[in-house]
C-alpha cells in the first residue's frame, strides 16, 4: 500500500490523518507489513480510527490509538487507548463459489444487517465489514458460518468484542 500526501487542516480536532500499523505478514495472504488507515485526530498523539482495516487485526473502526510521528511526517500506531465496542470481519468470496468473486455479492447477503464495508481491489475482492456494537452479532455470526459453510466465502475475525465472543 502506498502513501498519499495530503494537506491537514489546522484544526487538531478536525485533521484527518493516516496512522501506520506495522505488523508480521502472514503467510499465504497479502505480502504487506504496514497498512494506514484514515483517522480523526484528537490530540498531539491519538486519533481515533475512521475505516475498516483489511490487514491489521486487534483494530476497529472507532478505536483510539495513540501515534508517533517519525521524520518524516509519516504517523505510527503505538497502542489502542480506547476500543469502539466495534468488531471488524472481512470476508473473502470463493472464486469457485457461488457468489465468484463479487465484493458486490458480499455486500448484498451482508446489507440486511446495514453494515459498512468496503472492498480491498477488483482483484482481491476482501471485503472489510465494520459491526457496531448494537448489530445482531449472532445472526451476522450465523450468516458468516453458513456462507463459508455452503462455500461462498473464507471469512476472519479481525478484532472482537466480548459480546462478537459470547454471542
Do not use: Y
Not at 505480502?31 to 484514515?38: I, K, N
Not at 483510539?64 to 466495534?86: I, L, M, P, Q, Y
Amino acid at each position: 500500500m502506498t502513501s498519499t500526501t495530503e494537506p491537514e487542516p489546522n484544526t487538531v480536532g478536525h485533521q484527518r490523518i493516516k496512522i501506520w500499523f506495522r505488523f508480521v505478514p502472514r503467510e499465504g495472504w497479502l505480502p504487506h507489513d504496514t497498512e494506514g488507515l484514515w483517522a480523526t485526530r484528537i490530540s498531539d498523539d491519538t486519533a481515533r480510527v475512521e475505516n475498516v482495516p483489511f490487514l491489521q487485526d486487534g483494530v476497529a473502526e472507532g478505536d483510539v490509538v495513540r501515534f508517533t510521528t517519525d521524520a518524516d511526517g509519516r504517523h505510527w500506531a503505538k497502542e489502542r487507548v480506547s476500543a469502539s465496542g466495534n468488531c471488524t470481519i472481512r470476508v473473502l468470496p470463493l472464486p469457485n463459489g457461488p457468489l465468484g468473486r463479487s465484493a458486490q455479492a458480499v455486500h448484498q447477503r451482508m446489507a440486511p444487517f446495514g453494515l459498512g464495508g468496503e472492498a480491498f481491489s477488483d482483484e482481491f475482492p476482501l471485503v472489510g465489514f465494520n459491526v457496531p456494537a448494537d448489530s445482531d452479532l449472532s445472526q451476522i455470526k450465523q450468516l458468516l458460518v453458513r456462507g463459508q459453510d455452503e462455500g461462498w466465502w473464507h471469512f476472519e475475525v479481525g478484532c472482537a468484542t466480548g459480546a462478537w465472543r459470547g454471542a
